[in-house]
């Protein structure tokens, strides 16, 4: 099939492109120009092409929890928000530490997936964090990186090894910075708001400790350590200053992060219960500060979907996470676009080029001639409030159920 986009603005990062032409796709993939007339002509103007949004935290639930999420509803949510592709995390039932489950999860994505799902694996056996797992099998069986997320690899020791033996695959280690100890049975932020609505609190110390922890060991090791869901202001300072030491780091934040306060969580609504927890202002302008600057490298989704009857009960009791696919590039747009921390471009970057980079996704990140034609056209003037009759996930916790937002897919 050959697809011509017409007379759309093009922002590409990689290839520094910000100005309006025509994109041509031939095959699935981009091509300078196809003789003869196209299949198919896409009208852009007064719309933009960018990279397909590459989303490398996200929780499709499937094998096991196929009543929150399925690679089938999954993937369609992702596609609804702009995502062309999506990296999936270990801790399903039973959790991707083998080759058949990390095959099992690639089938069903051909099979029944709308984007590109590329399954992350188990740093340790079974999430233990006891023994390493066997990473050269789940290399070739197709993961792109390792990680125990949702627990942090507390054994020093082990995480030691995980990121020497990641180096010879050239696989990022994912950290889950969590101290397990510090944050025991918290349920928010610590500070006065977990006091007056009395909550336990979790301390931004309790991620903290394990971000300085792992940068030590990455800077002992020489592995690749890329820091997952930075949510405080001391996270991004410790990986601002690894970063000026030539340490191998690099970091994601959350739109939920650069939006919400601990302040949403004052009407009790299970849908601000995420871990780590929505922290304070000085943290929120932190993480912009850090996006700006370059400390943190991509924004994903840390996509967790749960359902209705595990999220309406007492806060103390619902389980952690919310859904993103469907509003990350509309609060990116908002909250960071049209609010000048970011350009479109350096925007569009750390949902793109970055991660490609990072992850060493060949042929994706980048509208470059001779790619893999994942692309997202965006409209800035389009209007619209998220309902909760129109999402698509099969889950529905969200904290941005009823928000206006203007600029979408």
Not at 15 to 32: A, K, L, P, T, W
Not at 46 to 69: F, Q, T
Not at 374 to 389: C, L, V
């Amino acid at each position: 099939m050959r697809l011509q986009i017409k007379d759309i603005k093009i922002v590409d990062p990689l290839q520094d492109r910000d100005s309006v032409g025509n994109i041509f796709v031939e095959n699935g993939r981009i091509v300078s120009k196809f003789s003869g007339d196209a299949d198919k002509i896409v009208d852009g103007r007064g719309k933009i092409a960018v990279p397909g949004l590459i989303d490398i935290h996200s929780h499709l639930r499937e094998p096991g929890e196929e009543g929150k999420e399925t690679i089938y509803t999954g993937t369609r949510s992702a596609a609804k928000g702009g995502i062309t592709t999506v990296f999936c995390m270990p801790n399903t039932k039973p959790v991707i530490d083998n080759a058949p489950t990390v095959e099992f999860v690639l089938l069903k994505a051909q099979k029944e997936g709308l984007v590109n799902v590329f399954p992350i694996g188990c740093a340790t056996k079974g999430l233990r964090g006891m023994e390493i797992s066997e990473i050269g099998v789940l290399k070739k069986a197709g993961i792109v990186a390792v990680s125990d997320d949702g627990f942090p690899i507390a054994n020093s020791q082990i995480m030691r090894r995980t990121l020497e033996y990641t180096k010879m695959f050239k696989l990022p280690v994912i950290s889950h910075g969590e101290d397990k100890e510090l944050s025991k049975n918290g349920v928010m932020n610590e500070g006065k708001n977990s006091m007056v609505l009395g909550l336990r609190g979790i301390p931004k110390q309790a991620e903290e400790v394990m971000v300085s922890r792992d940068i030590m060991l990455a800077e002992l090791t020489g592995g690749y350590l890329h820091i997952a869901h930075v949510s405080t202001a001391g996270s991004v300072e410790l990986i601002r200053q690894a970063k000026k030491k030539g340490i191998k780091i690099t970091a994601e934040t959350c739109p939920h992060y650069f939006t919400l306060t601990d302040d949403a969580v004052k009407v009790y609504n299970t849908n601000t219960k995420i871990n780590p927890p929505l922290r304070r202002q000085e943290d929120v302008n932190a993480i912009k500060q850090g996006l700006a600057d370059g400390t943190i490298d991509c924004i994903a989704t840390d996509h967790a979907p749960h359902t209705e009857e595990e999220k309406n009960r007492e806060f103390d009791l619902a389980p952690f996470g919310i859904i993103g696919f469907e509003t990350i590039l509309s609060l990116v747009l908002n909250e960071l676009v049209d609010s000048g921390v970011l350009s479109l471009s350096k925007a569009v970057s750390k949902m793109t080029s970055n991660p490609a980079k990072i992850f060493n996704l060949e042929g994706r990140g980048t509208l470059k001639e001779g790619n893999i034609a994942d692309i997202t056209i965006i409209n800035m003037k389009y209007s619209y409030e998220f309902k909760k009759e129109n999402i698509v996930s099969k889950s529905k916790n969200s904290p941005f159920i009823g928000r206006k937002f203007k600029g979408g897919v």
